[in-house]
């Protein structure tokens, strides 16, 4: 368990409303990612964040903005929330020992724009 | 630009029987990192394996196997004697920025096991 929480953990919206997902972890790792899922696509990363206040864009991150003011919290923000962003989000940490490449998950924020 | 092809969209067999997930990637780094992730019908994402593109051997962990060939760019996943429990969808993962890590997927095979 990396100790990582979500939330919300399922949102409906409508088209045109600003929309907030929370991510936090309890390990005090560096590096914290945003990703999405959708069908046929896999998961695509949106954003990512490299330290308190350091981030930087994914492949999809066009609509979105994210903001890391505390090690443990990273949030993912939509400015103005479209159909196309109806979608399974996932945040995840790249944890373990120093040195390690691989990133924990997440449980997802299953979010609906309407 | 780094890419991962899953071409098996969703493999069905019965209970014990040995399946192999395929996984091809594209990349023009020299040094790159695999990943193998599984997504049960939970919704969870789960970490299974890395390996590293200077490490070619190939790694058993109990009824899981992953053979890694750099000259054909595959990183293949077998499950010997598979089981209902390994239902699930399983993506392939490609990272090649040795400090951001960051993820490139595949589309993901959805393997189901018929008891």
């Known amino acids: 368990d990396a100790g990582i929480t979500q939330s919300p953990r399922h949102k409906v919206t409508e088209t045109g409303t600003p929309v907030t997902l929370r991510c936090h972890q309890t390990?005090?790792?560096?590096?914290m990612y945003w990703y999405r899922q959708d069908p046929g696509h896999g998961l695509r990363l949106i954003h990512y964040?490299?330290?308190?206040?350091?981030?930087d864009k994914g492949e999809v991150s066009d609509g979105y903005s994210v903001s890391r003011s505390k090690t443990e919290d990273f949030l993912l923000t939509l400015e103005s929330a479209t159909s196309s962003q109806t979608s399974v989000y996932f945040c995840?940490?790249?944890?373990?020992?120093?040195?390690?490449?691989?990133?924990?998950f997440g449980p997802g924020t299953r979010l609906t724009v309407t | 630009a780094q890419k991962v092809t899953q071409a098996q969209t969703e493999i069905s067999v019965v209970e014990k029987e040995d399946v192999t997930l395929d996984c091809v990637y594209e990349?023009?780094?020299?040094?790159?990192?695999l990943f193998w992730y599984k997504q049960p019908p939970s919704g969870e994402l789960v970490f299974l394996i890395r390996r590293n593109s200077f490490d070619e051997q190939n790694e058993i962990s109990g009824r899981y196997s992953w053979n890694f060939q750099k000259s054909t760019s595959s990183f293949n996943f077998t499950i010997t004697a598979s089981q209902v429990v390994d239902s699930a969808v399983y993506f392939c993962a490609l990272s090649t920025d040795r400090g951001a890590q960051k993820l490139v997927f595949g589309q993901g095979t959805r393997l189901t096991i018929n008891p």
């Open positions: 964040s490299y330290g308190v206040k350091d981030t």
């Open positions: 990349t023009r780094d020299t040094t790159y990192y």
């Open positions: 995840a940490i790249r944890g373990g020992l120093a040195g390690s490449y691989e990133q924990y």
């Open positions: 390990e005090n790792h560096r590096y």
